[in-house]
């Protein structure tokens, strides 16, 4: 709904009390022209040929990915001491599956009592609340009454691909002005994030430069092909050029349980990992053959990670007795079923390797 701070960090979320959805792009010639070496003089005709050959790709990419997003009109409630007094927000999502799934952030929806998606077309559509996640800040929808509908669903990439300065390319209603597109570049991954509710922080988030406004928020950050890499949340109201999105990968697996179950339960170790290079020293040194860990970023005390010795700085190798080298295999090894069971966890600390014994709980 409205704009918030985010606790402890001071981000704001990039939702809308008056608009919706924004957009963000930006990028690097490479993404758009594969292959094509630069060279340091760039003459003037073929600068020209560049930034002609970048905004056809955009425009293509704005001309396919458009038709799926939507602006999302919230009608919502908040208690006072006053009474109950109702407000009006707005923000943007995209259809998921032709038959009228759509993703958005949990931040745009959680007070609703009213819901109304509205595509480029102009219909207005109703629709309700399948599931939300607050841990990650995101949501699935589905339009009432119109399940037999095919609806313009878009594209899914893959975010473990990502790289830094890649195009980025956001599409959304900010301020209540349809169909806005900025573009920008990746400038970041793996970066943690307190969700809006202030009790998890989500990880592997992907950091852009493709300008995010109140609105935005819910609506996709897409590469050069077209393909959503990434759901766009947040904003750093202390400067420009700083806004994230929650990785595609995160909000596919998050979507689908939505949709089958109507909640997301998982296994939760009460720690914040990034993906980092294990020292090649620390390799010859305990013979591993594995080139990446997951260290540890934050630990939340009282949780299974912080009562067994786990310490921010660690580099976890093993959860589980399984390797993990990216923020997806942890999250396939912290499934529901791993709840209260133990599990031995392998990390580094210091050029030594240390062991610990953890039992998951559950998220809530």
């Known amino acids: 709904m409205g704009p918030a701070a985010w606790p402890e960090e001071g981000w704001t979320v990039a939702g809308d009390v008056s608009g919706t959805g924004s957009v963000g792009s930006g990028g690097v010639v490479g993404d758009v022209l594969p292959g094509r070496q630069v060279p340091g003089d760039i003459r003037a005709d073929d600068e020209e040929a560049l930034l002609d050959a970048y905004s056809r790709a955009v425009s293509g990419v704005v001309t396919r990915v458009s038709p799926s997003v939507v602006n999302i009109s919230v009608l919502g409630e908040v208690r006072t001491r006053r009474g109950p007094f109702e407000v009006r927000g707005a923000g943007s999502g995209f259809f998921l599956t032709p038959d009228g799934y759509l993703l958005t952030n949990n931040h745009v929806v959680e007070r609703a009592r009213q819901l109304e998606a509205v595509p480029p077309d102009g219909r207005s559509l109703e629709v309700e609340v399948v599931g939300t996640d607050p841990a990650t800040d995101l949501a699935v929808l589905r339009v009432k009454g119109h399940y037999a509908a095919q609806f313009p669903a878009t594209a899914l990439g893959d975010s473990e691909r990502l790289r830094v300065g890649q195009v980025a390319i956001a599409i959304g209603n900010p301020h209540g002005l349809q169909t806005t597109v900025t573009a920008g570049v990746i400038s970041a991954l793996g970066r943690t994030l307190p ?131 990216k923020h997806a295999d942890l999250q396939a090894i912290l499934q529901a079923p791993a709840i209260g069971q133990l599990f031995p966890v392998v990390a580094l600390r210091g050029g030594q390797r240390k062991t610990f014994t953890l039992v998951p709980v559950d998220a809530g």
Request: with cysteine.
């Open 195 to 325: 969700a809006p509710n202030g009790k998890r922080l989500i990880e592997n988030v992907v950091q852009t430069d493709a300008a995010l406004n109140p609105g935005n928020s819910g609506g996709p950050l897409v590469d050069s092909r077209g393909r959503v890499i990434g759901v766009n949340t947040a904003i750093h109201p202390g400067a420009q050029g700083i806004c994230f999105a929650i990785p595609i990968n995160t909000a596919r697996w998050v979507a689908g349980l939505l949709i089958r179950e109507g909640r997301v339960r998982r296994a939760y170790l009460g720690i914040a990992t990034q993906a980092r290079s294990i020292p090649a020293a620390w390799r010859q040194l305990l013979d591993l053959e594995q080139p990446v860990g997951l260290e540890v970023v934050h630990v939340e005390p009282g949780k299974p990670a912080a009562l067994a010795g786990v310490r921010t700085g660690d580099l976890l190798v093993k959860v589980g007795n399984r390797s993990v080298q």
